[in-house]
Structure formats: C-alpha cells, structure tokens
C-alpha cells in the first residue's frame, strides 16, 4: 500500500507547478480560443505562489493543512474563473482528511470526489457543458471503480479517462463561462480547464511513479 503522506503530496504540487509552467502558453492559446486567453497565465501566476509557499512550508502542517494553503493561494492568486474553482477544489479536498498523518488511497479517492462536488457547486455546471468537469467526472467514476489494491493502475486509468473527457469537450457547444457566448463557434475547440485539470491530476500518477 503506498504511503500518500505529506512528502508525496509536497512532490505532486511541485510537479503540478512545474506542469503549469511546462504549459503556460498551450493552455493560454486554448484559452485564446474559446475564452479571454488567459488561461495558462494564470495558472502559472497561481503555481509559482505555492512553490513559495512549500519552499517556506511550517513543519508541522500535515496533509489538509498543505492542501488548505494551496487552495487559499490559488483562490487569491489564480484570476478569471479558475481561481474560484481550482482553489475550493484543493481546500475541500484538504478538508476531508483534517488530522490525518497519512492518507490511503480510499482517503485520496474521497479527497478528490469532495474536491470535485465542490467545483461542480460553484460552477453549478453538469457533464456535457464542455467544462473541466467533463474531464473530472468520467475520470473520478473510473478511479472510484479500479481495484484499490493497484493504485499505480488506478490512477493510470483515472488519468487517461480525464484526457479521454477533455478529448470529449471538442465537439461540444460550451454551456458555461464566457465560450459560452460563442454558441456554435465553441465546436471544434477544447475546454482549456479540462485540458489543465487532467495534466495536474497526472502529476499524482507521476509523483507515484517517482
Ligand atoms: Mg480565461
């Protein structure tokens, strides 16, 4: 069983922060696309105040408390729509394991599934709506399903279920947010938080990998 301590979510926000910056300017241009095009920008804002705040990390703060300061620094430092949304995911999803040490891979399940009720009840977005939910949905329904003794797997096939739903949100009209607008022009272009969300969930499959 392996050990989702501090230390590993510590890694998985560094490669998150890293992945953020990797690709700033793709997640801008999708952004560009269907939106204000400034995705990536943001989200590279937002990250490079975490690392800060992991290079300065207390000892003693343990996982919700590590998952609390990333939200609330996304949430202050992540502008347009993502702030909001990325930021109440990472502190609700903190706020499920309060006190715990460690957390197993059924806490990490229950983490991201609360993480993700919370985006769906700000952005009151559903499945379809060609939002980063397209990506989260069918991807929590396929981790939720995997065989908890392989979480290597299962977080394999969570991620690559995300990528497939963030494929998905292509054809679709966008129902949400300011691509909202554009009706049918939003065909034929991808949700940039559905593309975001699925390259930082992979970055707890990669942390996992070592
Ligand atoms: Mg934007």
Known sequence: MADFDRGYFVGAFRRMAATAEEHRDEWTKLDGDIGDGDHGINMSIGFREVVKQLDALPDDTDVAGLFKLVGMTLLRKVGGASGPLYGSFFMKAGAEVAGQSEVSFDDLRRMLRAGVDSIQ??????????????????????????????????????????????????????????????????????????????????????????
């Open 121 to 210: 009840q700000r952005g009151k977005a559903e499945l379809g709506d060609k939002t980063m939910l397209d990506s989260y949905l069918p991807g929590l329904d396929v981790l939720e399903a995997a065989d908890a003794a392989d979480p290597q797997a299962a977080l394999t096939a969570f991620v690559d279920r995300m990528r497939q739903g963030s494929d998905d949100t292509i054809p679709l009209v966008a129902k949400k947010g300011r691509a909202m607008r554009l009706g049918e022009r939003s065909v034929g272009h991808r949700d940039p938080g559905s593309q975001s969300s699925w390259m930082l969930m992979n970055c707890l499959l990669d942390e996992l990998k070592g």
